[in-house]
C-alpha cells in the first residue's frame, strides 16, 4: 500500500458512514461483494476493479484495531499532525523537513490494511520523539484477510464435506514465487538502512523516524524486477482451494483457513481465507443444537396399538418403537443419532408423532370406523373429560 491509501475513502467504498457499526459494515460489504463477484461478471473489469476496492475497504474496516489506526491516521494528515506542511494528495509531507513524495504511506500503517496487525504508525509515532533516535526495524506486510461464501446442503454440512471454491486474488508471482526478484536474481539488502527499512536522525531535541527513500521501507532493493508483477511478488489470479468442511458446521458460521487469503508483499505472510457457511433446508430433518429432528406421520391405530416404524437418519434407517397408547405429539429419542459433535459424539434423533387422518374411506373401513366409536362410547371414554369445565 503506498500514498494512495489517504486518498482513498473506505467508508464511501462501502457506502455507508464513518460511525457505522461493524454490522453494518458487514451487511454493506456483503452485499456488494455478492453483487461485483468476478465469477457473477465476467470479463467486467470495472466490476473487478470494485470488487478489489470493496474487499480492500472492508479489510481494514471489519477489524477494530485496523479501523481505528485508518481514523487517526486520516485525522492526523487531514491536519497536518506531522508538522508545518501537512499532507497534500497526490504527494507526501510537504515543507518542514518532512517527508518526500516518495514517502510509502504504507508503512505508515505497517500494513494494517493487509492484516499486520502491529507496526508502522504506532512504530513511526513512538520513534517521533526518542532522542537518542533508534532505529526501528521495518516489519513485511502482512496480506489481506479475505472472505466469501458457499451454500451447502443440510446434510453436507451435518456430515461434513470438502468442497471447491473458486477465488480470484492477489496471489504470489507464480514466476519469481513471490520475491518480486528476476528468477536466478534475488533481492538485496538496502545498504542505505540496512535492511531496517526506516532512516532515525536528529533534530534538536527529537528523534525522527522515517521510511528509508531507497527501499521505500521495505529493507531491500531490486536490482532486476521480475517482468510478470514489477517487483511486487504479487498477482491476481483465479484459483481453485479444496476446502474441508467439519461435520456439524452451522447455518452462517465461519470457517477461518490460515494462510489462504491474499498474498503478502514480496514474501511477506499470507492473510487468512473467511468462509461463511449456509445451510439449505432439508425436506426431513430439522436441527436442534447437535439433535436431529423429524416428524414421523403415523396412524391412529398404530398409536393405539403400538408399533416400530423403520425412520432415517444421517447414517442409514434405524427402527423407532411407538408404545401403546402414545400420544399424537409425542416426541421420542433415538441416542446417538443426531449431528457429529467436535470433541466426538453425536447429538440425538428426536422424531415426533404426528397422526395422519385419512381423507376418504371405503364402506367398509367406514363401518369398522362406526363400531369401533360405538365401542369406544360404551368403554367409557371421553376424549373432552375435564378439558374446558366439561
Sequence with gaps: MNREWLEKDFYKELGISSSATQDEIKKAYRKLARDLHPDKNPGDTKAEERFKAVSEAHAVLSDPEKRKEYDEARRLFASGGFGR????????????????????LGDIFGGAAAGAGDGGLGDILGGLFNRGGTRTTSRPRRGSDVETETTLGFREAAQGVTVPLRMT????????HGSGAKPGTSPRVCPHCNGTGVISRNQGAFGFSEPCD??????????????????TGIQNR??????????????????????????????????????????????????????LTLVLPVSYSELVLGTTVSVPTLEGRVGVKVPPGTADGRTLRVRGRGVPKRGGGAGDLLVTVKVAVPQKLDDEATEA??????????????????????
Design 85 to 104: 506542511g501537512g499532507y497534500a494528495p497526490g504527494g507526501g509531507y510537504t515543507g518542514g523537513g518532512g517527508f518526500s513524495n516518495e514517502f510509502n
Design 238 to 291: 483465479t484459483r481453485t482451494i479444496t476446502v474441508r468442511i467439519p461435520p456439524g458446521v452451522r447455518d452462517g458460521q465461519r470457517i477461518r483457513l490460515a494462510g489462504q487469503g491474499e498474498a503478502g508483499l514480496r514474501g511477506a505472510p499470507a492473510g487468512d481465507l473467511y468462509v461463511t457457511v449456509h445451510v439449505s433446508q432439508d425436506k426431513v430433518f430439522g436441527r436442534n443444537g447437535d439433535d
Design 214 to 231: 531507497d527501499c521505500r521501507g521495505t529493507g531491500s532493493i531490486i536490482d532486476d524486477p521480475c517482468t510478470d508483477c514489477h517487483g
Design 169 to 176: 486474488s492477489p496471489s504470489p508471482c507464480t514466476t519469481c
Design 369 to 390: 370406523l362406526r363400531r369401533y366409536a360405538e365401542a369406544e362410547k360404551a368403554g367409557g371414554f371421553d376424549p373432552r373429560a375435564g378439558w374446558a369445565g366439561a
